[in-house]
C-alpha cells in the first residue's frame, strides 16, 4: 500500500468512526459528516444536502424504539480507500442493514443505506 492510499484509508476510517459515534450525540454531531453536497441513497428516496440529509435522520432517530439502540449491533466493518462498508442489525426491528459511504475532503459525500426488517418499520 503506498502512503498515499493509507493515507486515504486512515481520513476514510476517521470519518466513518466518528459517523458511527455521532449517533449517540445526536443529531447535530451526525450530521457534521456531511455538507450540502452530500447524498444518501435509500431504497425508498434520495436524499441530496444538508438539510434532507438532516430530515432523514431526524425521522429515524425519532422513529426508532427505544429498544431499538440495545439492540444495535455491528455485523461487518471495513474500509477500502474511499469507500467504507457496514452490515449491521437491531434484532427484532432491523435483521439486516448495509450502509456504503464514500469519503471525499473530510465529509460522506455518497452514502447508500438499505435495512432488511421483520417488522414495518422502526417504531
Same mark, same amino acid.
Given at each position: 500500500?503506498t502512503?498515499?492510499?493509507a493515507?486515504?484509508? @486512515? /481520513?476514510t476510517?476517521? =470519518? +466513518?468512526?466518528?459517523? %458511527?459515534g455521532a449517533?449517540?450525540q @445526536?443529531? *447535530?454531531?451526525?450530521l457534521? *459528516?456531511?455538507d450540502?453536497?452530500?447524498?444518501i441513497i435509500t431504497?425508498?428516496?434520495t436524499?441530496? @444536502?444538508?438539510?434532507?440529509?438532516?430530515?432523514? +435522520?431526524?425521522?429515524? %432517530?425519532?422513529?426508532?424504539?427505544? @429498544?431499538? !439502540?440495545?439492540a444495535?449491533?455491528?455485523?461487518s466493518? #471495513?474500509t /477500502?480507500?474511499e =469507500?467504507?462498508? %457496514?452490515? !449491521?442489525?437491531?434484532?427484532p !426491528? =432491523?435483521? %439486516? /442493514?448495509?450502509?456504503t459511504?464514500v469519503?471525499?475532503?473530510g465529509?460522506?459525500? =455518497?452514502?447508500?443505506?438499505?435495512?432488511? #426488517?421483520g417488522?414495518?418499520?422502526?417504531?
Amino acid at each position: 500500500m503506498t502512503n498515499a492510499s493509507a493515507q486515504t484509508d @486512515g /481520513a476514510t476510517q476517521q =470519518v +466513518f468512526d466518528h459517523h %458511527l459515534g455521532a449517533f449517540a450525540q @445526536g443529531l *447535530d454531531e451526525l450530521l457534521k *459528516d456531511y455538507d450540502d453536497h452530500s447524498t444518501i441513497i435509500t431504497p425508498d428516496k434520495t436524499y441530496r @444536502g444538508s438539510a434532507e440529509i438532516r430530515a432523514f +435522520f431526524k425521522a429515524f %432517530l425519532e422513529s426508532a424504539d427505544p @429498544g431499538f !439502540w440495545p439492540a444495535f449491533r455491528i455485523t461487518s466493518k #471495513s474500509t /477500502a480507500g474511499e =469507500v467504507a462498508y %457496514l452490515a !449491521w442489525e437491531a434484532k427484532p !426491528w =432491523v435483521t %439486516l /442493514a448495509t450502509d456504503t459511504l464514500v469519503v471525499k475532503d473530510g465529509k460522506i459525500a =455518497v452514502q447508500t443505506f438499505t435495512p432488511f #426488517s421483520g417488522q414495518e418499520s422502526l417504531a
